[in-house]
């Protein structure tokens, strides 16, 4: 993402906007859009283009794109707040912005004018395929899905599953094997999009999260036919394309996740004083203040870090950083939504509050985008490695314009 004067002072501002967007027009929409799937998509519509009226869309896509062209560790600010509803990154097209980075980077002139530009002006939903039924999803050298490079066209065969938006996505961006067995992964895969109006392009059920479904599907591709300029970087180099996007798309879902968090964390201090029991309220039990303390602690630290990891995009660099950020993230989301959900009692499992979406919606984040346990086994063997090559861990802050909410 580019940098532009007095970037900070701008993400505050598109910050402070989005966060009244959100508290005046999508939470007051929640409990219609959690209760039924089309007056989801009904509502989605109808916030979206209020949104897009408002200049709240897109921020975060590139500047030639229409984004408000602020470097990550300034955008990060703005994702916060549009994950503080489950529906914001929808809403404000924030969803979309790792995919709209990655083609704009990355795509054919053909696939930047039908898929890329219909999806900067909210007219196309993408989808992305890596992870594949009964294969280890961080290991991409096991995935059987294939692309053959015919001289007139590509053919896409193979099956995928837990595809966010599978279910009304206009196109899904394919990660398949296109080089023989004996390549090294990192030469072996090229990634294809492909219309889902395209022939042999199939959905074959869809997969209901903690028992709720939100769009995840199992996809089957029989001979999907695409041309080759619908290949996204270079044939057989798509894992480097692929791990552009993970670090892009690490960072800012971490934010969205510590948005959830920020909310959960104020569901439970505003019951917490408002909770009438035996001897005053929950918030004079001391051990809710514990509650209270942790997940203060936690949301302020994942916070730093995540931010330290978009100052190593802007750098330019895949640094251990960003695996360290959307651990903290993930982990910070989900302990911080329990205990809120726990300060509710019976009343945080069922509907009548937003935190039973929430909290499932974060359990997740501890799987996709590299599980907790992908990330450990990445990130420790690196850190260690810098005590045998040189004094140790470099802790220097690359954030040198922190640029803390106002
Ligand atoms: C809500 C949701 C949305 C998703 N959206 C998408 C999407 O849009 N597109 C897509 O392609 N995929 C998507 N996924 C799939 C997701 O990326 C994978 O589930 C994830 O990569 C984990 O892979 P897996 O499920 O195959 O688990 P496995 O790889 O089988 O791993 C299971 C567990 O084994 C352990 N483990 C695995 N590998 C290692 C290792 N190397 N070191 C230590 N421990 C390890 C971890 O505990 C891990 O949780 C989504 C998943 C969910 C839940």
Redesign the pocket.
């Known amino acids: 993402m580019t940098a532009e004067p007095n970037a900070p002072g701008r993400a505050r501002e598109l910050a402070r906007r989005v966060r009244e967007f959100v508290d005046t027009h999508v939470v007051p929409a929640e409990p219609e859009m959690f209760a039924s799937r089309e007056v989801c998509a009904e509502l989605l519509v109808e916030l979206q283009s209020k949104a897009r009226s408002q200049g709240l869309w897109g921020i975060g896509y590139p500047a030639s794109l229409g984004g408000a062209g602020l470097p990550l560790t300034s955008y990060l600010l703005v994702a916060e707040q549009e994950g503080r509803s489950f529906y914001g990154p929808a809403v404000f097209g924030a969803e979309t912005v790792v995919d709209v980075h990655m083609l704009d980077r990355f795509a054919t002139p053909q696939v930047r004018e039908r898929f890329l530009l219909p999806t900067v002006r909210g007219e196309a939903v993408p989808?992305?395929?890596?992870?594949e039924p009964g294969?280890?999803?961080?290991?991409v050298s096991g995935f059987t899905t294939e692309v053959r490079f015919e001289p007139d066209r590509c053919t896409v065969r193979g099956r995928?599953?837990?595809?966010?938006?599978a279910d009304r996505a206009t196109f899904m961006t394919v990660?398949a094997r296109s080089e023989g067995l004996g390549k090294h992964p990192k030469d072996a895969f090229s990634l294809v999009v492909v219309p889902t109006d395209a022939t042999g392009f199939g959905i074959v059920r869809e997969l209901p999260?903690l028992g709720h479904f939100?769009g995840?599907c199992e996809v089957e591709l029989r001979d999907v036919q695409v041309p080759h300029s619908h290949v996204v970087g270079e044939r057989g180099a798509g894992l480097a394309v692929v791990q552009q996007r993970l670090g892009l798309a690490r960072t800012v879902r971490s934010m969205h996740w510590l948005g959830q968090a920020q909310r959960g964390f104020d569901l439970m201090c505003r019951r917490l004083r408002s909770r009438r029991v035996q001897g005053g309220h929950l918030a004079d039990k001391q051990l809710l203040g514990q509650h209270v303390a942790d997940s203060y602690a936690e949301i302020s630290a994942a916070r730093a870090l995540v931010r330290r990891a978009a100052a190593r995009i802007d750098q330019g660099r895949l640094h251990v950083d960003l695996g360290v950020a959307k651990l903290a993230a993930s982990r910070t989301a989900v302990a911080v939504l329990d205990r809120a959900v726990q300060v509710h009692g019976a009343e945080g499992l069922c509907d009548d509050t937003p935190l039973s979406v929430m909290y499932r919606?974060a359990r997740?984040t501890?799987?996709?985008?590299?599980?907790?346990?992908?990330q450990?086994?990445q990130m420790a063997p690196r850190i260690l490695k810098t005590y045998a090559d040189s004094d140790g861990f470099d802790f220097t802050d690359p954030v040198d314009d922190f640029a803390a909410p106002a």
């Open positions: 989808s992305y395929g890596m992870t294969k280890t999803g961080s290991e995928k599953w837990f595809i966010s938006n990660m999260v939100t995840q919606a997740s501890r799987i996709y985008d590299g599980a907790d346990e992908v450990i086994s």
